[in-house]
């Protein structure tokens, strides 16, 4: 709580291997992205300390690192707490609206270059209206104008299983292509309040 109002929080774990390299390119990401579908980005914060830790029984000195990230608070939570089965829940027109808003702020990221990779219903974001925001920009990658693709390591697996391209563990190229297939499991689990490949004639 703010003298002007609520804020969002998020702490980063320490730890040893979540290096300065990925904490920037996050930083970057959010910084890029203001769009009314897309989760506001206030201020970061990086401070280390010096700070006597318990370690195998004998005090030592080690620096201690806190990052924090602060956002716009959104009191309705996220998407996965409000899919449910077609006989209940969210009417249509208000499903309808949440897809629409997360498509345009998809959109957005693309078309500045940025590649969430980890879109999935846990990681968007509702405001009081349910005005959907694309959140989570940890796993995120910001291209250059004329890059459209990047390859990576074996060991730096993006987003979530069933929600990220199969032809990820093949490829391992990051591309636009693989928030698109988020974005198509995440349409088919809001229409039918269910995870995962789903009968076509359902949806």
Same mark, same amino acid.
């Given at each position: 709580m703010l003298d002007n109002g609520t804020v969002a929080v998020k702490k980063? %774990? *320490?730890m040893l291997d979540m290096d300065e390299k990925k904490f920037s390119e996050e930083i970057r990401c959010l910084m890029k992205a203001t769009h009314? *579908?897309?989760?506001?980005?206030? /201020? +970061?914060c990086s401070d280390r300390q010096g700070e006597m830790v318990n370690c195998e029984g004998k005090l030592v000195l080690a620096d201690? /690192?806190?990052?924090l990230l602060c956002f716009e608070y959104l009191p309705k939570g996220s998407l996965d707490k409000? $899919?449910? !089965?077609?006989? %209940? &829940?969210?009417?249509?027109?208000? /499903?309808?609206?949440? $897809? *629409? &808003?997360i498509c345009d702020g998809l +959109? +957005?990221?693309?078309q500045n270059h940025i590649v969430h990779l980890d879109l999935k219903p846990? *990681? $968007?974001?509702l405001d009081d209206?349910?005005?959907?925001? $694309?959140? !989570?920009f940890g796993l995120s990658r910001c291209f250059d104008e004329k890059q459209s693709r990047a390859i990576t390591s074996k060991r730096d697996l993006a987003g979530r299983q069933g929600y990220l391209a199969p032809e990820f563990y093949t490829r391992r190229q990051i591309t636009f292509k693989l928030d698109i297939y988020s974005l198509g499991m995440i349409i088919i689990e809001i229409l039918i309040g269910d995870r995962g490949y789903a009968d076509i004639d359902n949806v």
């Open positions: 980063l %774990c *320490n009314k *579908n897309v989760v506001r980005f206030l /201020r +970061y201690v /690192r806190q990052r409000h $899919i449910t !089965d077609v006989s %209940c &829940g969210l009417e249509w027109r208000k /499903r309808y609206q949440i $897809i *629409n &808003g +959109y +957005y990221l693309h846990a *990681n $968007i974001l209206t349910m005005l959907p925001k $694309i959140a !989570d």
